[in-house]
């Protein structure tokens, strides 16, 4: 019997892209995230992002509830990352 490998908690969300972080970047978020107690402004990097842009607190009780309700949506996550960071800034741009 052969096994196969579990998939990882990003390739969990149907449709997220895996790598890319722009629902860590786009938005504001005014909930404390370990690392940055105050939230985090619109456009700013949340510090829990890694270098392939997957959230290091994905699947753990630390990741901000926020974070854990946002989910892929194509109408605001687009077809590439570039355009999840345009059409996110621009929702949060409006709100």
Known sequence: MTQTAAPSAEA?????????GG?????????????MPN?????????????????????????PTVCGDFDFDHELCGDSREEALRLIGEWERLT
């Not at 969990?12 to 890319?20: F, S, V, W």
């Not at 786009?26 to 404390?32: G, N």
């Not at 985090?40 to 630390?62: E, H, S, Y």
């Open 39 to 63: 939230g985090k402004p619109a456009g700013v990097r949340c510090v829990q992002l890694d270098d392939d842009n997957l959230c290091k607190l994905f699947g753990t009780p630390q990741r």
């Open 12 to 20: 969990a969300a149907p449709g997220c892209r895996a790598g890319c």
């Open 23 to 35: 629902c860590c970047i786009a938005p504001s978020i005014s909930s404390p995230i370990p690392g």
